[in-house]
Nanobody, 115 residues
Framework: QVQLVESGGGLVQAGGSLRLSCAASGGIFSISAMGWYRQAPGKQREFVAI???????GYADSVKGRFTISLDNAKNTVYLQMNNLKPEDTAVYYC?????????WGQGTQVTVSS
């Protein structure tokens, strides 16, 4: 079974940095894309960043210039480098995998940014 395991969340002061990682496993040989979404309390899950197997990236306007997504295609692992974090970035961050005709989700990792 395809599984996504996330790590790197935690508590950080405003202006600080965190790096999230998400490793996909379960007999995966070639992904289509991996990305990150987040959900803050009382809000809908929202898109954050995406990267394709051809290393084409896309970002939400709210994180553009602060976050960087990267992909180790050979390891089926996606990273999210988050710099200059703001309290509004506080959310549960979910890894997403597009593989074949399916979308898969990680369990979520909490990011809390204190002011």
């Amino acid at each position: 079974q395809v599984q996504l395991v996330e790590s790197g969340g935690g508590l950080v002061q405003a202006g600080g940095s965190l790096r999230l990682s998400c490793a996909a496993s379960g007999g995966i040989f070639s992904i289509s894309a991996m990305g990150w979404y987040r959900q803050a309390p009382g809000k809908q899950r929202e898109f954050v960043a995406i990267i394709t197997a051809r290393y084409i990236t896309g970002y939400a306007d709210s994180v553009k210039g602060r976050f960087t997504i990267s992909l180790d295609n050979a390891k089926n692992t996606v990273y999210l480098q988050m710099n200059n974090l703001k309290p509004e970035d506080t959310a549960v961050y979910y890894c997403n995998l597009k593989y074949g005709e399916r979308n898969y989700w990680g369990q979520g990792t909490q990011v809390t940014v204190s002011s």
